[in-house]
């Protein structure tokens, strides 16, 4: 790990009673004014963030292992990445992608294709977030196999925009009282082995998990030759940091060859180099038709992107666009990010990661409260269970966690229904990483008590 990435080896300070005088004044306006959809686990006002540190407006100082949810892979504010941002603000910010041209654009494009999980060549689109990345692969899906029927998992996560939100299948609050989403998309059983039959091997669970868009979903009432794709996260983010097994990734594959339907892995919170491959699809053997890719590739400027094999990428001039998709500045953050990742991060995530892991997979064993410790690279889920045996799901334990943790300096987030995620930036070092792992392990035994 080189010193220009690691900006900060300093621990959590916390001086003021939480949340401080100025953290109350902005959440009380906050209380007032902004949506209350928002899900904030704590009363964290960020005022600025630097590497893996992030300061709140009352000058306290915290441990980011939430990367803001899986978004700053170089740290917060890289200074190559801020130097890029500067750089592009003063050259030119807009002019819109969908009716002219930047050089940029392609510049990303063959820098992505060299690194994107499947044989090129390669198409490239442009949008401000994960779930616009989706709902351009969702569209693409339909016109390109000019079929209706869509597959996704239970737990998945794919985004909150109506087609996007049609797939997504992890909460029911993100989807009551919207209704009617999208007709003609089908949720099958995703393989969390660790909640699987007691008694049944876990292979051989995940296969059944796969076969069962064959032989019972194809064979009952969804005809396979009016599918256009499956959707599948390869490790699910928001539904727990569920991790695929291989065998059910590559039965997948064989699936849409077989019938002629579309593999879409979201890569959105997996990829960009979180789990120490460029995407976490690269540790199946798996290629992907289309990655949908947002969050880490831009280290927090707004930029979504759908990779296809070009010969899928058919629409013609209208079918889809967006006015901000590809913003100069935003493509500009991408390649300082991607500079930083090649050079060093994604090895390090790798190697950190493995380090984490090592330390924390005796935490089952270990822990009354933990039923589970799984993930790749730097995105590791805890899983917090009330009872061993039956593996119940204790959300009201998990939070718990999550607010000690953030009262001792070290942010996490929760991911599913009773895990705690582990998601810091890529350049994080393996003696941050014991503070954190130290204070997530002493508020564990300290729910448990
Ligand atoms: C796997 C995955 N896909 C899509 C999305 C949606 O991304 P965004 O919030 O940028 O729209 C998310 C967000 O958490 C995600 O984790």
Known sequence: MTSTAL??????????????????RVL???????????????????KRGRGVMVEDVDGNEFLDFSAGIAVVSTGHCHPEV?????????????????????????????????????????????????????????KLARYHTKRQGIIAFYGAFHGRTMGALSLTASKPQQRRRFAPLLPGVTHVPYPNVYRRPEGSDARQYAMDCARFIEEKLFKTTLPAEEVAAIFVEAIQGEGGYVVAPTEFMQELRRICDQHGILLVVDEVQSGSGRTGKWWSVQHTGVEPDIITVAKGIASGMPLG??????????????????????????????????????????????????????????WAE?????????????????????DKKAKTPASDLR????????????????????????????????????IAMNVLEECIALAAK
């Open 7 to 24: 900006l900060t080896t300093a621990g959590p300070r916390i001086k003021t009673q939480l949340p401080g005088p100025n953290a109350r």
């Open 28 to 46: 009380e306006a906050d209380a007032r004014l902004i949506s209350p959809s928002y899900t904030r686990s704590y009363p964290l006002v960020v």
């Open 82 to 138: 801020v130097a890029a941002i500067q750089k592009q603000g003063g050259e030119l910010i807009h002019m819109s992608g969908t009716d002219f041209y930047y050089e940029s654009m392609t510049t990303l494009a063959e820098r992505l294709s060299k690194v994107a999980p499947m044989k090129g060549p390669h198409r490239f689109y442009y949008g401000n977030s994960g779930t616009e990345a989706i709902e351009a692969a969702l």
């Open 305 to 362: 992107v759908t990779i296809t094999r070009a010969e899928i990428m058919d629409w013609v001039p209208g079918s889809h666009a967006s006015t901000f998709g590809g913003n100069p500045v935003s493509i500009a953050a991408a390649l300082a990010t991607m500079n930083v990742l090649e050079r060093e991060a994604i090895a390090n995530a790798g190697e950190v990661g493995d380090y984490m892991m090592r330390r924390m997979k005796s």
């Open 366 to 386: 270990k822990h009354p409260l933990v039923g589970d410790v799984r993930g790749r690279g730097l995105m590791i889920g805890v899983e917090i269970t009330r």
């Open 399 to 434: 939070d718990k966690i999550v607010e000690s943790t953030f009262e001792r300096g070290v942010l996490f987030l929760g991911a599913g229904e009773s895990s705690v995620r582990l998601s810091p930036p890529l350049i994080v070092s393996k003696e941050q990483a014991d």
